[in-house]
């Protein structure tokens, strides 16, 4: 539920800082004192999209904050933990802040969220019932997605086994559109594909093959240099007169003959003696490298042949050959996927009459499975529309099955209702009074609230146009929705004021020439004096004192 709410400089609000409690709690005020500002900020918390019109004038910034503890939501667990954000005591912080560039910073738990996280999250914790929400009762399209929330987990399954065979026969049929009116563009891809496969294969590029080959031409282009240089670097040497080897020889000679003498003699001698066989090693391996030296013409053409070849295939496929590789692993994948039949339109057809016939009958256990829940919700609206005292109306869900096929299945689903005995069952758009779509929405919203988990409903003004015992069954009706899940309602009904456990009084007042809204949590006599301006208006009379104290004291003995 909602324990804490912090607005500071937002709309007119300085600072509120708000605790709340379970059950339901209503929020009253006179008109414009701002009671919707109290819900604004909540669905900015929740979600909302701001502006930095709603930053109190001469502020740099607006900050939110509300305080949830979070019951065993599985869903709503488990979607937190994916995006890092940790539960400590059971509590889900959200803060907010808008800014005057019309940016927002929000973080969860101390965790930086995006708007539409916060708006994905929030859908699970706050259920503002309003005017938008009275709107979508009213839209016909809206009615099919109304109806399968509705429905548990039997729908749920019925109606993705359907929509995985949608999305097969919707594909298959797109291929069969993209075969018939781009043959000759597909037939000249597979030509495109299938020369370039063939155009790689047979170049049979390897890894480090341009790196080699370019080494290799380097020394056969250079081999006059390369020789003289390995001849002169012999002669030096081991010459015929004498070279270094020989120099060295004699040196380490020298000094081992002298080295008993001194440790130093010795440290030189060994010195020579390691330059003197690794002066050996190298002329070995300048003779084997004489030896290996030879200038093959036909070679060069080879090498040069090749290189022209990959720089070709570099030019088309990529800047390097490892490009070109990538390329061809493109191209074998794009061929492999690419079935015989996508040519063959009678076989793609034929797959996609096999598919219609099967999803044909996944449709039709869909619409009875929706059947099912529809009786179910019936029933259930048909007994909260009883106990909210509109007797002889009836609530029906009406199924019209539409031609082909669309993602949610083949069936058009409208709400009809009729208000009083005999006048017949008639779309709810063409029939519902104000206070009558209000009573509506609230039997609605009352069997939909255990299946939807929603942690806070708010109800704004969802009361309007009814009062007397009509009032007294909504006030009833938003308690029984209390019972499951915490509920705030901002009315001007005195009996819906009087039925609830909490009490919030929202008032204009001036400040430093400055206009400001307080929110006041009410004691018993200050809920009685508020109810009591409900009925009577600013001046109150003893008689709505009285009647005041009968609703509060009725309202007790109902619980």
């Known amino acids: ?49 701001g502006s930095s019109d709603m930053i109190r004038h001469g502020s740099k910034k607006a900050v939110l904050q509300a305080v949830f503890s979070i019951p065993q939501n599985k869903s709503l667990i488990n979607q937190l933990n994916e995006q890092g954000i940790e539960i400590s005591d059971g509590e889900l912080i959200i803060y907010r802040e808008l800014k005057h560039n019309g940016r927002s910073l929000i973080r969860i738990n101390g965790v930086v969220v995006s708007l539409k996280m916060l708006s994905s999250i929030g859908r699970q914790l706050v259920d503002i019932q309003g005017q938008n929400d009275t709107q979508q009762l009213l839209n016909s399209d809206e009615h099919l997605p109304l109806l399968d929330a509705y429905g548990g987990n039997e729908l749920l399954v019925t109606k993705q086994a359907y929509q995985e065979i949608f999305n097969d026969f919707r594909s298959i049929t797109q291929r069969i559109r993209r075969v018939q009116t781009s043959q000759q563009e597909i037939t000249q891809r597979l030509d495109l594909l299938q020369f370039q496969q063939q155009e790689l294969a047979d170049a049979d590029l390897q890894a480090n093959e341009e790196e080699d ?28 007169d004498g070279g270094a080897v020989d120099r060295l020889a004699e040196s380490m000679q020298a000094l081992q003959e002298i080295a008993e003498y001194d440790d130093n003699y010795a440290d030189l001698a060994s010195t020579i003696a390691d330059s003197y066989y690794a002066a050996q090693e190298v002329s070995r391996d300048v003779d084997e490298q004489i030896s290996d030296l030879t200038y093959d013409e036909a070679e060069l053409v080879r090498i040069d042949e090749r290189l022209q070849l990959i720089h070709s295939l570099e030019r088309k496929y990529g800047t390097t050959v490892a490009d070109v590789l990538i390329f061809k692993q493109k191209v074998d994948k794009e061929l492999s996927m690419k079935d015989n039949d996508e040519l063959d339109v009678e076989q793609l057809q034929v797959r996609q009459n096999n598919l219609r016939q099967v999803l044909r009958k996944q449709a039709i256990k869909l619409r009875e499975v929706r059947q099912k829940v529809a009786r179910e919700l019936e029933q ?34 409208e709400f009809y209702v009729q208000t009083n005995v005999g006048e017949g069952m008639a779309p709810l758009v063409k029939i519902a009074s104000g206070g009558e779509t209000a009573r509506l929405m609230l039997a609605i919203k009352t069997a939909f609230t255990k299946q939807q988990h929603i942690i806070s409903i708010v109800f704004d003004e969802a009361d309007t146009g009814v009062s007397g015992r009509v009032a007294q069954a909504i006030a009833k009706k938003m308690l029984t929705i209390a019972a499951d899940s915490q509920v705030f309602a901002i009315t001007h009904l005195p009996q819906v004021a009087a039925a609830a456990t909490h009490h919030f009084l929202i008032a204009k007042v ?4 400055r206009t400001v809204t307080q929110v006041t949590p009410l004691d018993e ?11 009577s208006g600013e001046n109150i009379t003893k008689t709505a004192l009285a009647n005041a104290r ?5 309202a007790k003995s109902n619980r």
């Open 1 to 49: 539920m909602l324990e804490n709410l912090l607005i500071e400089n937002f709309a007119i609000i300085e600072k509120v800082a708000l605790q709340f409690d379970s059950g339901m709690s209503v929020l009253t005020g006179e008109t414009g004192a701002g009671k919707s500002i109290i819900i604004d900020a909540l669905m900015m918390l929740t979600g909302g999209r």
């Open 213 to 240: 080959l370019l080494d290799a031409r380097g020394k056969l282009l250079n081999y006059k240099k390369i020789a003289d240089r390995l001849q002169r670097a012999q002669l030096t040497l081991s010459g015929e």
């Open 380 to 413: 259930a609206i048909n007994q909260q529309l009883n106990e909210l005292l509109m007797v002889g109306a009836e609530f029906e869900v009406h199924f019209d099955q539409i031609e082909g096929f669309v993602s949610s299945g083949t069936d058009n689903v």
């Open 510 to 513: 001036a400040e430093n020439e």
């Open 525 to 535: 006599i200050g809920r009685e004096r508020a109810i009591a301006m409900m009925l």
């Open 550 to 554: 009968d609703l509060r004291r009725e």
